[in-house]
Structure formats: C-alpha cells, structure tokens
C-alpha cells in the first residue's frame, strides 16, 4: 500500500486534545513542527530532546556526544510519492555512511519524520499499519 493511503486511514487523536504531551515533546515539537524551520533547527532540537529525554542512554550519549545523523523527513517528503522518498532515504543512508567513513563522527542513523498529521495521529491500528509498512528496502 502507497505510503499516501496509509497517512489518508489516520484518525485524530481525540484523547490527546485533552491530555496534552509533556511539556518536553511540546518544545521540541514547536521547532520540528514549524513549517519555517530550517532543517538544521530541526536537527538540533532533535538532538536537544534525545540528549535529555530519550528512555535508551546510549541514544542520550550519542546526542551529546554529536555522533548522530539526524534525517528530517517532512510532509512535503513524504507527498511526493513512495519513490522520491525511497530515494530520499537512500541518499540520507548514503550520507550517513559518507559521514561515518570520513571520520565526521556519525556512527548512528536517526530518520525523524516530521509531520504534523503523524505527531497528532491516534495510536491505533491505522498508526501501525503507517509505521511498520515498507514499501521496498533501502539499500
């Protein structure tokens, strides 16, 4: 299924209007949610969050130690269709590994997507369904 059906079968998260996220998420939120940010405004609060607030604290020592790359995947990635963003993904991989092999220090991948239908989606089946579909693998 297109990537495209997948994000159309989301519903709204009603519980969620009236539990807002911590306060946490919704700073980060605020920069990687704006649809002015640069990418790199993205990227350092991402990375802002993970070396705070992460659960794993490998990913907060990878974050403070600046040994993530971080791929800001927005809405307009995800529109323009399955192809464009298999080969968006690739290209990150590729720069990734670029990265880690020059000796830039990125030894851990991060995709971030940042879509606002996505961040206000109820955790539902439908949710799931979006999150562990895969169209082809990148490779």
């Not at 971080?70 to 990635?77: E, H, L, V």
């Not at 720069?95 to 995709?111: A, D, F, I, Y």
Request: glycine share 6%; proline share 4%.
């Amino acid at each position: 299924m297109a990537l495209s059906e997948l994000l159309a079968r989301l519903d709204g998260d009603e519980w969620r209007k009236q539990n807002p996220f911590s306060s946490d998420i919704s700073i980060a939120s605020e920069v990687l949610l704006h649809p002015y940010a640069r990418e790199d405004e993205q990227q350092l609060a991402a990375k802002a969050w993970i070396s705070k607030f992460q659960p794993c604290v490998f990913g907060q020592v990878a974050a403070k130690a600046d040994t993530l790359y971080i791929a800001i995947i927005t809405d307009a990635d995800m529109t323009e269709g399955d192809d464009a963003l298999r080969e968006r993904l690739a290209l990150e991989k590729k720069t990734w590994k670029q990265w880690s092999l020059e000796g830039k220090g990125r030894h851990g991948l991060l995709v971030v997507f940042t879509s606002p239908k996505l961040y206000h989606a109820a955790p539902n089946h439908a949710l799931e369904g979006c999150l562990s579909t895969s169209p082809k693998s990148i490779r």
